[in-house]
C-alpha cells in the first residue's frame, strides 16, 4: 500500500491559450513521479523531461508527445499496464490546456479505442498549485490532480485502474476497468461537468457484452444521516459481463460531515480503508447529492 503526494506545477493563464516547453516538461515530469511514487513500476518510457517541447496544437482533438507505460506491483497474472502519453488540448478549444491520454492492457501491445480515455485540464487563471496525488493498493490505482484554484467550479482531473473481483470479494483476472473523470474540461470554460468516463478491459478471448454502464454510482438521491453513531458510506459498482464488485478506489461519504482535504477512515468487514477528499467543492462533479468523493489514501 503506497500513497504519493507530488510536488507543485504551474500553469499560465489560460487566456494565453499556449503551454510553454518548461510548463509542458514540468507536468510531464510530475506525471511520471506520481505514477512510479505510488508504486507502479516503469516498463519503458520515451519521455525526456529535460529536453521534450510541447506538441503542437491540433485540430479539433489533442496532440500528442511522447509516453510512458506503467504496470500493476501486484505479483498477479497477466499483469495490467498502463500506456500514458503526453499532450494538450485540441486547438478549437483547450490547446492551452495538458491532457494524458491513458490506456490498459494485459500484454502490453494491444491497446485499442475500448481501452482508452484521455483527459485534459487546466484553469483560466494561472495556477501555481497544481498537485498530483496517487494511491496504489488493493490491485487498485487512482491519482488525481489537485489544486487550490477555482476549486468550486473546476472539477479536479481524475484517473481510477482496477482489477475486477469475484463473488467473494477477491481479486480475479477476468479483467480491469479505466475510469477517468476530466474528459470534459477541454471547452471554452473551466470544467462543471460530472463526466465520469468508462471502459473495461477483459483478459480473454471471449467478447465482452456490449453496454455504457460499466460503473455505477450508489449513492441515495439525499444526504445519508447518521444513525446509531455510524454514518453509511457509499461505493461505485463496476461490471464486466456478470461479475459485479464494489470499486475501492474511491466512495462517496455525506459531504456535510467531510471537510475539503480532509482524511477519513471507512470500516469495512474486511478491516479499516483510509481516504482522503479534495479541495474541490464542486457541485456538479464532487459534490453531489449531498455526497462528496473520496479517493483512497492508504
Known amino acids: 500500500m503506497t500513497t504519493f503526494e507530488g510536488s507543485l506545477y504551474t500553469h499560465g493563464s489560460w487566456a494565453a491559450a499556449s503551454i ?21 513500476t516503469l516498463v519503458s518510457t520515451t519521455a525526456n523531461w529535460s529536453t521534450d517541447t510541447v506538441p503542437g496544437a491540433g485540430g479539433s482533438s489533442p496532440s500528442w508527445g511522447n509516453y510512458s507505460v506503467y504496470r500493476f506491483n501486484d505479483g498477479l497474472s497477466p499483469d495490467i499496464y498502463l500506456k500514458v502519453t503526453f499532450g494538450r488540448g485540441a486547438a478549437a478549444n483547450a490547446a492551452g490546456q495538458y491532457a494524458l491520454n491513458v490506456q490498459i ?4 501491445s494491444n491497446y485499442t479505442s475500448s481501452t482508452t480515455n484521455y483527459i485534459v485540464w487546466g484553469t483560466t487563471a494561472a495556477d501555481t498549485t497544481l498537485q498530483w496525488a496517487s494511491c496504489f493498493t488493493e490491485s487498485g490505482f487512482i491519482m488525481t490532480c489537485d489544486t487550490s484554484v477555482n476549486t468550486a467550479t473546476q472539477c479536479p482531473p481524475i484517473i481510477v485502474v482496477e ?5 467473494s470479494d477477491a481479486v480475479n483476472n477476468i479483467g480491469a476497468i479505466l475510469m477517468t473523470d476530466g474528459g470534459a474540461v ?11 468516463v468508462h471502459r473495461r478491459m477483459r483478459n480473454s ?7 455504457a454502464n460499466y460503473v455505477t454510482n ?4 439525499t444526504a445519508s444521516t447518521l444513525t446509531n453513531n455510524t454514518l453509511p458510506v457509499h461505493t461505485t459498482k463496476a461490471t464486466i459481463e456478470e461479475f459485479a464488485w464494489n470499486l475501492r478506489s474511491y466512495v462517496w461519504i455525506n459531504s456535510g460531515t467531510v471537510g475539503t482535504l480532509s ?5 469495512t468487514l474486511s478491516g479499516n480503508r483510509r481516504y482522503r477528499s479534495t479541495r474541490s467543492t464542486n457541485t456538479s462533479a464532487i459534490v453531489l447529492n449531498g455526497h462528496r468523493l473520496c479517493y483512497r489514501w492508504d
Open 186 to 196: 477541454g471547452s471554452t470554460s473551466v470544467n462543471t461537468t460530472f463526466a465520469h
Open 163 to 167: 482489477r475486477s473481483r469475484n463473488y
Open 218 to 221: 450508489t449513492y441515495p438521491t
Open 105 to 108: 492492457s494485459p500484454d502490453n
Open 263 to 267: 482524511d477519513v477512515t471507512v470500516t
Open 20 to 40: 510553454s516547453d518548461a510548463e509542458y516538461r514540468a507536468m510531464g515530469a510530475a506525471t511520471d513521479a506520481a505514477l512510479a511514487g505510488c508504486g507502479l
Open 205 to 211: 478471448s471471449f467478447v465482452d457484452s456490449v453496454g
